[in-house]
């Protein structure tokens, strides 16, 4: 069965603050993709970042970095200097080869000013 | 940047009534999915439609929901006989092709429904 689970409910940080969300996988595929979305309270879902099973390169894109580790199920997501305008809902998903995305619960993300 | 479209973007709508979120999938796509988020909650997946027929779909899918793409170019999601609990944003998905390796799925903004 497949899962992911987002221990962290609510976060907040003040503004300019690094923050890290976590996110834990459960797969029993070895081909998998993960995914990173961001939910702002218009309702929309803004993709953020996918990553294959096979790369566990880090990545970086301005103030947001994903750290991806096999070896523990990991895919967390760090925003650094934090910004008012990063409050939203964010998900991590995880998907196989059947394509459809399984999405975690989520965590609330409160930047304060 | 590529756009799935869906409409209406809110409605409100009486218990026991009939109801059609319709979705205009980016025009070259094949696959088409619909995807439920109730309030407060996580994103939940209801049914991929493939080639004219449901390809795969969730136990949330039951024989009160159907999709269809009645002209080559929507893709709708009916609601038969809607309840309370059909309250939620719906998500369309619409993807090139089958596999996710090197193909890209785009989300529609979503339809909020909300039943009275």
């Known amino acids: 069965a497949q899962k992911v689970t987002q221990a962290q409910t609510e976060i907040s940080v003040v503004e300019k603050e690094d923050v890290t969300l976590d996110c834990v996988y459960e797969?029993?595929?070895?081909?998998?993709?993960l995914f990173w979305y961001k939910q702002p309270p218009s309702g929309e879902l803004v993709f953020l970042i996918r990553r294959n099973s096979f790369d566990e390169q880090n990545e970086i894109s301005g103030r947001y970095s994903w750290n991806f580790q096999k070896s523990t199920s990991s895919f967390n997501f760090t925003i650094t200097a934090s910004q008012v305008v990063d409050s939203a809902v964010y998900f991590c998903a995880l998907s196989n080869r059947d394509d459809k995305i399984i999405f975690g619960k989520g965590t609330r993300l409160h930047i304060l000013p | 940047e590529p756009e799935v479209t869906q409409t209406p973007s809110h409605q409100v709508t009486q218990m026991g009534q009939e109801v059609i979120l319709r979705c205009v999938p980016i025009s070259n796509h094949l696959y088409f999915d619909w995807y439920r988020q109730i309030l407060g909650q996580k994103v939940e997946f209801l049914v991929s439609?493939?080639?004219?027929?449901?390809?795969?779909k969730s136990e949330i899918f039951d024989d009160q929901f159907s999709v269809e793409r009645p002209d080559g170019s929507n893709f709708t999601l009916k609601i038969r006989s809607t309840k309370l609990e059909d309250s939620a944003m719906y998500f369309c998905?619409?993807?090139?092709?089958?596999?996710?390796?090197?193909?890209?799925?785009?989300f529609g903004e979503g339809s909020w429904l909300t039943v009275v």
């Open positions: 439609f493939y080639n004219n027929e449901i390809s795969e």
């Open positions: 797969t029993r595929d070895t081909t998998y993709y």
């Open positions: 998905a619409s993807r090139l092709a089958r596999g996710l390796f090197g193909n890209t799925i785009y």
